[in-house]
């Protein structure tokens, strides 16, 4: 099984900074893709950024050029780098690790979800 913990949500003013850390755990083999959602009361789910392990990354139109994501292969670890943060940007992240293989079987692919963090932007 597999396990993933977010942590780095909390509440900043209009323009400021957050930095979101998401660490997989447990019996993993390879992780392909790993990235970001978003979703509020008033919103589904929607994609924030994603990354691969190869380092080829994707973003919504709304957060290019003010979010980063990195990731660190060897700890398993996706990171979302949040600058000039808006009031719309609040909502309960969540980590996803796509395509993930585990060492009892590496030849099935699972995806798997964090619990998410709350990211509120606000004055």
């Known amino acids: 099984q597999v396990q993933l913990v977010e942590s780095g949500g909390g509440l900043v003013q209009p323009g400021g900074s957050l930095r979101l850390s998401c660490a997989a755990s447990?019996?993993?083999?390879?992780?392909?893709?790993m990235g970001w959602y978003r979703q509020t009361p008033w919103r589904q789910r929607e994609l924030v950024a994603t990354?691969?392990?190869?380092?080829?990354?994707n973003y919504a139109d709304s957060v290019k050029g003010r979010f980063t994501v990195s990731r660190d292969n060897g700890k398993n670890t996706v990171y979302l780098q949040m600058n000039l943060l808006k009031a719309d940007d609040t909502g309960v992240y969540y980590c996803?690790?796509?395509?993930?293989?585990?060492?009892?079987?590496?030849?099935?692919?699972?995806?798997?979800w964090g619990l998410g963090t709350q990211v509120t932007v606000s004055s």
């Open positions: 996803n690790a796509d395509r993930v293989t585990t060492i009892s079987d590496p030849t099935h692919e699972y995806a798997y």
């Open positions: 990354i691969t392990s190869r380092g080829n990354t």
């Open positions: 447990g019996n993993v083999f390879s992780i392909r893709s």
